[in-house]
């Protein structure tokens, strides 16, 4: 009988101490992967899993071999154009404020295609992705400019 509580009282504090382990890494969010490198295929796709519409990824093209680096996110996925243009806004935003050296991104949707620069989207921001040191910051900013729809599709067109 004592032994048998000896194993639940362990088994307890295992559980106990998996869930805490646990909980630590949900906390640091999609930013324990700040300044990764577009050639971190772990990271980008660890990123790009947890962006909005990540689970109908089908596939990540990471382009290395020469400069500028970039990347293909291929969709399979079929909204609207709005919503396409906001996930294009939204996905990109985070990328390139978490991957250091990506400098475009091309997404593929079932019927349609966008490409979208770092440089493009920063002077759209006004602002340098590289600074942004939060998600909350990161998530004020795009919600911010997702509210004008002729701002959005100044952007993408």
Known sequence: ??????????????????IGC????????????????????????????????????????????????GMILNYNWIESEQIYKETVINNATYIFSLVHNVEWIRFHFNDKEYKITKEEIQTWYGKNLNEVKNEDNLRKLIQKYLKEEQKVNQLIQ
Do not use: H
Request: glycine share 8%; aromatic share 10%; charged share 25%.
């Open 1 to 18: 009988m004592k032994q048998r509580i000896k194993f639940l009282f362990f088994l307890t504090l295992v559980v106990i101490l998996l």
């Open 22 to 69: 646990s909980a630590n890494k949900d906390q640091e969010g999609i930013f324990q992967f700040k300044d990764s490198y577009v050639g971190d295929n772990s990271a980008v796709g660890n990123i790009v899993k947890q962006l909005q519409s990540g689970e109908s990824l089908k596939g990540i093209e990471l382009k290395t071999k020469e400069k500028p680096y």
